[in-house]
């Protein structure tokens, strides 16, 4: 990958370079102003071709007028946007059926989730791979190299000593929890963050949520997204915000789907139902990211620098949802699928994040916004762990703290730091 001076070279890139060479078709989905075009550009860049962006009228109605530019231009197909000319996936299906369904045809980028478009978007089925683009992570941000989950899967007891202390205070997490990871937010001062957040609710509100949907309510759309964030990090209660919208909970179900569809808001499934007949199914819920969060709920720095019990209530929740999106990111630039969910059972053990591969083999993580971990802190991650048996490869409490260590068999106390640490895949065991 070589891209060009100032374009930022993202991990999904790596994945998505390996991708090219065995799927026929790849679409590239998230939400706006995630970064999808500059992905799409650098692999462009790559293999010596254009991008076709759809967001631009001219393009979009040039091509629409002559999809053969599609049935026969140079490879990779690049294009941007493509839920602005659905018919665009019956032309590269057309060339697939001519050709034959040979890696790197096309490469595409949407806001949407493919399976809200209309039916043509359904016409690639069997030949498209999807990959879903994610706001920066931290690693990213610093032009790190973070691996915690590779390194986790790969040997655990490897992974404790090599930072066993953490300089980043709570000051620093509160500010890189409120920042987020959209890279036009992130590098603002903290006023035109805000502005800039505004700005993006209401374009995807009025905007893509219009185009996708014909919604009327939209202001309730926009009330809606306000309150999954006032339930981010915790377990989704739609009936509770239909009742406070005023709005039938069908309406309130569908509304949150199409929230869903423009990757504002992620449904984290209940995890391992069936290891107990008492472990829950409903689903937690989080913001794709929590500098957008914090802006609905108008959290600054400021008021989560506080000692108030409700600020420290709203940090420990921001702070899930930010140390859940950064996991989630690093799991989707690696080549093997890993299915994410929570784990909690009716008597009240849970873990937040339990990360399953293809294997079987489970990493398990709990966040908590103290500086210590307690005895009831890691219990739920032990249950896991007891239940599981030699399933369960590894359980991390991550804390504001400044320590690593080996709290019991199998489960480890981290900086939340460690997230974006770079760690030696070949280091000895201790």
């Known amino acids: 990958m070589t891209g060009e001076p100032g374009l930022l070279v993202r991990r999904v890139n790596g994945l998505l370079s390996r991708l090219v060479a065995e799927e026929p078709v790849i679409a590239l989905h998230g939400p706006r102003s995630v970064g999808k075009s500059t992905v799409l550009r650098v692999l462009a860049l790559d293999h010596g071709v254009e991008v076709i962006d759809l967001d631009d009228v001219e393009t979009r109605e040039a091509l629409a007028g002559n999809l053969a530019l599609v049935t026969g231009g140079e490879t990779p ?29 096309a490469v595409i980028t949407g ?4 399976e809200a478009l209309p039916a043509t978007a359904q016409a690639l089925t069997g030949r498209l791979h999807t990959v879903t683009i994610w706001p920066l992570s931290q690693g990213e941000l610093t032009a790190g190299h973070e691996n915690l989950l590779e390194a986790l899967r790969a040997d655990p007891e490897t992974v404790v000593p090599q930072h066993p202390t953490s300089e980043t205070t709570r000051e620093d997490y509160v500010a890189r929890v409120c920042a987020g990871g959209l890279p036009l937010a992130v590098r603002r001062s903290e006023t035109a963050r805000a502005r800039w957040f505004d700005d993006f609710v209401r374009q995807s509100v009025e905007r893509d949520a219009l185009e ?49 569809d423009l990757f504002l808001v992620v449904r984290l499934p209940g995890w391992g139902k069936t290891l107990r007949s008492r472990v829950s199914v409903r689903p937690k819920v989080h913001l794709v990211d929590s500098g957008l969060a914090a802006r609905l709920l108008r959290l600054t720095p400021a ?60 990493l ?42 080996t709290h019991c068999d199998r489960i480890h106390i981290m900086p939340i730091d460690r997230l974006w640490q770079p760690n030696d895949l070949d280091a000895p065991a201790p």
């Open 212 to 260: 996708l949907s014909r919604v009327r309510q939209r202001q309730s759309l926009a009330e809606l997204l306000t309150r999954m964030a006032s339930q981010t990090g915790q377990l989704l209660n739609i009936t509770k915000a239909a009742e406070a919208l005023g709005v039938e909970r069908r309406t309130a179900e569908a509304h949150l789907r199409l929230l869903e």
């Open 77 to 105: 197909l690049c294009i941007d946007e493509y839920q602005r000319v659905p018919d665009v996936l019956d032309a590269i299906k057309t060339r697939l059926n001519r050709e034959g369904s040979r890696p790197g045809v």
């Open 364 to 405: 398990a993580f709990e966040v908590k916004a103290s500086q210590r971990a307690t005895r009831t802190d890691v219990s739920g991650l032990q249950q896991l762990r007891d239940v599981l048996g030699s399933r369960f490869r590894a359980g991390v409490v991550f804390t504001t703290g400044q320590r690593t260590y």
């Open 111 to 114: 806001s949407t989730r493919q």
């Open 303 to 362: 008021k989560l620098a506080t000692v108030d019990p409700a600020a420290l209530t709203e940090f420990g929740n921001l702070l899930e949802t930010f140390v859940v999106g950064e996991l989630r990111k690093q799991a989707s630039w690696l080549d093997e699928h890993i299915a994410l969910g929570h784990w909690r059972t009716s008597d009240g053990a849970e873990v937040d994040l339990v990360a399953e591969f293809d294997d079987g083999q489970v």
